[in-house]
C-alpha cells in the first residue's frame, strides 16, 4: 500500500514531467535520439497515473479530469503501438509505370504488415511549377490504379494530398528528375529493357550522371544527361520539362560515346549492345503508413474536451474576484 | 503602390497602440484611470491594423503566415485582439495595460525592422488546417500575455513603487487565481494547437509528429505549462512564484514562437 501511495504521489508527477522536459531539452540540443527518454518518461507516467486512479478517490470523483487523464494514457499506448507498426519510406516511379512495391529507402516498425504490393498505382506524369528563385510551388501528378470493386480511378495527387490505397499514404516530393531509357541486348540473348534514374532536378542540376552494372559487364557504364542553359529560369516562373535539345554521354571503362536521340543510339559493349530508347521523368513519393493516427486524433480530441469541461466546471462556478 | 498604402496603414495602426499604450503607463505612473481613452485607441489601432492585414492580403492572395513579417504583424494584431476582449471583461486588472503593451512595443519595433517583401505560400499551407492551427496558438499566446501582465502586477507589487502604484487592484491570491485560470486557457489551446499541427503535419508531410525544432519546442513549452499548473496544485506556491513561473512560460512561448525560425531549416518553420 506504502508502494502504491508513493507511486500516486502528485510530486512524482511533477518529477516526471520536469525530467521530461530536461530529457526533451537534452535530446534536442545534443541531437540524440527522442525515442528513449520519450518511452522511459511515458511508462513513468504511465504507472504513477495508474496509482493515482486506484488510490485517490478524489482523482474519480472528477470525471472530467478523469477523462482527460485516461486519454493522455490511451495516447501514450497509442503512440507506443504506432512505434511497432509504422512505416516511413521513398519510392520512385517512371512516368507511365507503376509502383512495384519496392522502396528505395524505409524506416518501420517491428510489426509492420508489409502490405504494399497490393497498393499498386501507376504514375502517369506531373507537372511542377516554380517561382522565381527557384522556389518549387505546387506539384501535380496524375496517377491511377484500380479500387477493391476493380474499377480504374484516377487522381491528381501533390506534395499535400496523397493518395490513399490499403492504409498507405504516398505524396509527391521535392525529388524528381529524368530517367534515361536503355535497351540491353547482351549477345545471343532476349534483349532487356531498363531505365536509370539521374539524381533529382532541380537541385542537383550540375550531376545529371549515374553509373550502373549491366548483367554480364564486369564494369559498371556511367551516363549523363547534356543540356544547354537552364531549364527553369532562376529570375521568372518556370515549370518542370524535359529537354528539347539534349545529348547523352556514355561510358565503360576508357571509351566514351555521345548519343544524339536524333540519330546515333547504339553502343557497342565488350558482351552486347546498349540502345538508347528514350527519355522520361520519375517521381520520388514518400510513403507512410501508421493506423492508429485516427486513433490518436480521437483520443487527443477527448482529452482536450474532457480539459476543458474541467476547467468549466471548476471555474465557472466561482468568480476570481467575488468582491 | 499597394504595398506602400499597406506599410502607411500598419504605421498608423502601430501610433495608435503606442499612443494607447503610452497612455496606460501614463494613466499608472499619475494614478488616473483613462481606461476608455487606452480601450478606443487600442480599438483603432486593431481596426486599422486589419485593415492593413486585409489590404497585404488581397495584394498577395494569401494571409500573414510565411515570413517574420507577417508573422509578427499577425501576432501583434492577435494578441492585441486578445489584450482588447481581457482589457474591456477585466476592468478591475486594467492598469496592467502599462506592462502588456511595452512587450506588444518590442514586437511593433521588430515588425518596423525585417523586410516586408512579398511571398509566397508553399503548397502544404493550402489547408484549412493551417488556419486552425494558427488560431489555437494564437489564443494560448494571447491569453499568456494576459497571465504575464497579471504577474507583472503580482512581481512588481513586492517593490514600494509596484504597492503604490498598483494599490487599487485586487489583493495577489486574487491575481493569482486569474493568472491561472488564463494559463489554464492557454493549456487547452496550446494542446488543441498541437493537435491541429499534428493533423496538417500527417496531411502535409505523411507523419504527425517529428521532433523537428518547432515541434520539440512547442512541446517543451507545453510541458512547462503542465508543469506550472501541477506545481500550483501540489505545491502551496506563492503568488510570486506562480508569476516566475508563468513567465517563464511566456518567454519559452515566445522563443517558440519567434527564435526558433532563425535556427532551424527544416519544413516546418514556423516563418520561412
Same mark, same amino acid.
Given at each position: 500500500?506504502?508502494?502504491?501511495? $508513493?507511486?500516486?504521489?502528485?510530486?512524482?508527477?511533477?518529477?516526471?514531467?520536469?525530467?521530461?522536459?530536461?530529457? =526533451?531539452?537534452?535530446?534536442?540540443?545534443?541531437?540524440?535520439?527522442?525515442?528513449?527518454?520519450?518511452?522511459?518518461?511515458?511508462?513513468?507516467?504511465?504507472?504513477?497515473?495508474?496509482?493515482?486512479?486506484?488510490?485517490?478517490?478524489?482523482?474519480?470523483?472528477?470525471?472530467?479530469?478523469?477523462?482527460?487523464?485516461?486519454?493522455?494514457?490511451?495516447?501514450?499506448?497509442?503512440?507506443?503501438? *504506432?512505434?511497432?507498426?509504422?512505416?516511413?519510406?521513398?519510392?520512385?516511379?517512371?512516368?507511365?509505370?507503376?509502383?512495384?512495391?519496392?522502396?528505395?529507402?524505409?524506416?518501420?516498425?517491428?510489426?509492420?504488415?508489409?502490405?504494399?504490393?497490393?497498393?499498386?498505382?501507376?504514375?502517369?506524369?506531373?507537372?511542377?511549377?516554380?517561382?522565381?528563385?527557384?522556389?518549387?510551388?505546387?506539384?501535380?501528378?496524375?496517377?491511377?490504379?484500380?479500387?477493391?470493386?476493380?474499377?480504374?480511378?484516377?487522381?491528381?495527387?501533390?506534395?499535400? !494530398?496523397?493518395?490513399?490505397?490499403?492504409?498507405?499514404?504516398?505524396?509527391?516530393?521535392?525529388?524528381?528528375?529524368?530517367?534515361?531509357?536503355?535497351?540491353?541486348?547482351?549477345?545471343?540473348?532476349?534483349?532487356?529493357?531498363?531505365?536509370?534514374?539521374?539524381?533529382?532536378?532541380?537541385?542537383?542540376?550540375?550531376?545529371?550522371?549515374?553509373?550502373?552494372?549491366?548483367?554480364?559487364?564486369?564494369?559498371?557504364? @556511367?551516363?549523363?544527361?547534356?543540356?544547354?542553359?537552364?531549364?527553369?529560369?532562376?529570375?521568372?516562373?518556370?515549370?518542370?520539362?524535359?529537354?528539347?535539345?539534349?545529348?547523352?554521354?556514355?561510358?565503360?571503362?576508357?571509351?566514351?560515346?555521345?548519343?544524339?536521340?536524333?540519330?546515333? !543510339?547504339?553502343?557497342?559493349?565488350?558482351? *552486347?549492345?546498349?540502345?538508347?530508347?528514350?527519355?522520361?521523368?520519375?517521381?520520388?513519393?514518400?510513403?507512410?503508413?501508421?493506423?492508429?493516427?485516427? @486513433?490518436?486524433?480521437?483520443?487527443?480530441?477527448?482529452?482536450?474536451?474532457?480539459?476543458?469541461?474541467?476547467?468549466?466546471? !471548476?471555474?465557472?462556478?466561482?468568480?476570481?474576484?467575488?468582491? | 503602390?499597394?504595398?506602400?498604402?499597406?506599410?502607411?496603414?500598419?504605421?498608423?495602426?502601430?501610433?495608435?497602440?503606442?499612443?494607447?499604450?503610452?497612455?496606460?503607463?501614463?494613466?499608472?505612473?499619475?494614478?488616473?484611470?483613462?481606461?476608455?481613452?487606452?480601450?478606443?485607441?487600442?480599438?483603432?489601432?486593431?481596426?486599422?491594423?486589419?485593415?492593413?492585414?486585409?489590404?497585404?492580403?488581397?495584394?498577395?492572395?494569401?494571409?500573414?503566415?510565411?515570413?517574420?513579417?507577417?508573422?509578427?504583424?499577425?501576432?501583434?494584431?492577435?494578441?492585441?485582439?486578445?489584450?482588447?476582449?481581457?482589457?474591456?471583461?477585466?476592468?478591475?486588472?486594467?492598469?496592467?495595460?502599462?506592462?502588456?503593451?511595452?512587450?506588444?512595443?518590442?514586437?511593433?519595433?521588430?515588425?518596423?525592422?525585417?523586410?516586408?517583401?512579398?511571398?509566397?505560400?508553399?503548397?502544404?499551407?493550402?489547408?484549412?488546417?493551417?488556419?486552425?492551427?494558427?488560431?489555437?496558438?494564437?489564443?494560448?499566446?494571447?491569453?499568456?500575455?494576459?497571465?504575464?501582465?497579471?504577474?507583472?502586477?503580482?512581481?512588481?507589487?513586492?517593490?514600494?513603487?509596484?504597492?503604490? !502604484?498598483?494599490? $487599487?487592484?485586487?489583493?495577489?491570491?486574487?491575481?493569482?487565481?486569474?493568472?491561472? $485560470?488564463?494559463?489554464?486557457?492557454?493549456?487547452?489551446?496550446?494542446?488543441?494547437?498541437?493537435?491541429?499541427?499534428?493533423?496538417?503535419?500527417?496531411?502535409?508531410?505523411?507523419?504527425?509528429?517529428?521532433?523537428?525544432?518547432?515541434?520539440?519546442?512547442?512541446?517543451?513549452?507545453?510541458?512547462?505549462?503542465?508543469?506550472?499548473?501541477?506545481?500550483?496544485?501540489?505545491?502551496? =506556491?506563492?503568488?510570486?512564484?506562480?508569476? @516566475?513561473? =508563468?513567465?517563464?512560460?511566456?518567454?519559452?512561448?515566445?522563443?517558440?514562437?519567434?527564435?526558433?525560425?532563425? =535556427?532551424?531549416?527544416?519544413?516546418?518553420?514556423?516563418?520561412?
Amino acid at each position: 500500500m506504502t508502494t502504491l501511495l $508513493r507511486l500516486a504521489s502528485l510530486r512524482l508527477t511533477l518529477a516526471i514531467f520536469v525530467v521530461f522536459l530536461l530529457g =526533451i531539452l537534452l535530446a534536442h540540443l545534443a541531437g540524440l535520439s527522442f525515442s528513449p527518454i520519450v518511452t522511459a518518461c511515458c511508462f513513468l507516467w504511465a504507472l504513477n497515473l495508474i496509482a493515482v486512479l486506484f488510490s485517490h478517490g478524489n482523482f474519480r470523483r472528477q470525471p472530467a479530469l478523469l477523462v482527460f487523464h485516461l486519454a493522455l494514457l490511451v495516447i501514450v499506448i497509442l503512440v507506443a503501438a *504506432g512505434r511497432l507498426i509504422y512505416l516511413n519510406g521513398q519510392a520512385e516511379v517512371l512516368e507511365g509505370q507503376a509502383f512495384s512495391g519496392r522502396l528505395v529507402n524505409f524506416e518501420s516498425g517491428r510489426f509492420h504488415p508489409w502490405s504494399l504490393k497490393e497498393a499498386s498505382f501507376v504514375n502517369h506524369g506531373f507537372q511542377v511549377r516554380y517561382a522565381p528563385g527557384l522556389q518549387r510551388l505546387e506539384t501535380r501528378n496524375r496517377v491511377s490504379w484500380t479500387d477493391e470493386q476493380g474499377v480504374d480511378q484516377t487522381a491528381v495527387i501533390g506534395d499535400d !494530398k496523397p493518395l490513399l490505397l490499403k492504409g498507405y499514404r504516398f505524396y509527391t516530393t521535392w525529388n524528381k528528375g529524368f530517367a534515361l531509357i536503355f535497351e540491353w541486348q547482351p549477345k545471343g540473348q532476349t534483349p532487356l529493357l531498363g531505365s536509370v534514374n539521374l539524381p533529382g532536378y532541380p537541385g542537383n542540376a550540375l550531376k545529371q550522371a549515374q553509373q550502373w552494372k549491366l548483367p554480364g559487364l564486369p564494369e559498371p557504364v @556511367w551516363a549523363m544527361l547534356q543540356f544547354e542553359g537552364d531549364l527553369i529560369p532562376q529570375d521568372q516562373e518556370g515549370e518542370f520539362r524535359l529537354p528539347d535539345d539534349y545529348q547523352v554521354v556514355v561510358r565503360y571503362g576508357e571509351r566514351r560515346w555521345e548519343l544524339n536521340p536524333a540519330d546515333s !543510339k547504339v553502343v557497342d559493349l565488350p558482351g *552486347g549492345q546498349l540502345r538508347y530508347v528514350g527519355l522520361t521523368t520519375w517521381m520520388g513519393y514518400l510513403v507512410t503508413w501508421d493506423a492508429t493516427v485516427p @486513433w490518436l486524433l480521437l483520443a487527443s480530441t477527448i482529452a482536450v474536451l474532457a480539459l476543458s469541461g474541467h476547467f468549466w466546471q !471548476k471555474y465557472w462556478r466561482r468568480p476570481w474576484n467575488p468582491d | 503602390m499597394e504595398a506602400l498604402v499597406e506599410l502607411r496603414v500598419l504605421w498608423a495602426a502601430v501610433v495608435a497602440y503606442v499612443l494607447a499604450g503610452s497612455i496606460a503607463i501614463i494613466g499608472v505612473l499619475l494614478k488616473k484611470r483613462p481606461e476608455r481613452s487606452v480601450l478606443g485607441l487600442m480599438l483603432v489601432g486593431l481596426l486599422v491594423h486589419t485593415a492593413s492585414i486585409a489590404i497585404r492580403w488581397e495584394r498577395l492572395g494569401h494571409g500573414p503566415f510565411v515570413s517574420m513579417f507577417e508573422i509578427l504583424s499577425s501576432n501583434v494584431w492577435s494578441l492585441m485582439l486578445v489584450f482588447v476582449i481581457a482589457y474591456w471583461r477585466l476592468p478591475a486588472v486594467r492598469p496592467m495595460a502599462a506592462l502588456v503593451m511595452p512587450i506588444l512595443f518590442i514586437m511593433m519595433g521588430w515588425l518596423m525592422t525585417v523586410s516586408p517583401g512579398e511571398t509566397r505560400l508553399p503548397a502544404t499551407y493550402h489547408t484549412v488546417w493551417l488556419f486552425i492551427h494558427i488560431g489555437f496558438a494564437k489564443i494560448f499566446m494571447g491569453a499568456t500575455l494576459v497571465a504575464v501582465g497579471i504577474s507583472g502586477v503580482i512581481l512588481l507589487r513586492s517593490t514600494v513603487f509596484g504597492r503604490e !502604484k498598483f494599490q $487599487r487592484l485586487p489583493g495577489n491570491e486574487r491575481l493569482d487565481e486569474l493568472s491561472f $485560470r488564463c494559463m489554464a486557457i492557454g493549456f487547452v489551446f496550446e494542446s488543441l494547437m498541437l493537435i491541429a499541427g499534428a493533423i496538417w503535419a500527417q496531411d502535409a508531410w505523411g507523419r504527425y509528429w517529428n521532433w523537428d525544432p518547432l515541434e520539440t519546442w512547442s512541446f517543451i513549452t507545453w510541458l512547462l505549462v503542465a508543469i506550472s499548473l501541477h506545481a500550483r496544485l501540489t505545491f502551496q =506556491i506563492s503568488p510570486r512564484q506562480g508569476a @516566475w513561473m =508563468i513567465i517563464a512560460v511566456f518567454i519559452a512561448a515566445f522563443l517558440t514562437f519567434f527564435g526558433v525560425p532563425f =535556427i532551424t531549416q527544416s519544413a516546418h518553420q514556423g516563418a520561412v
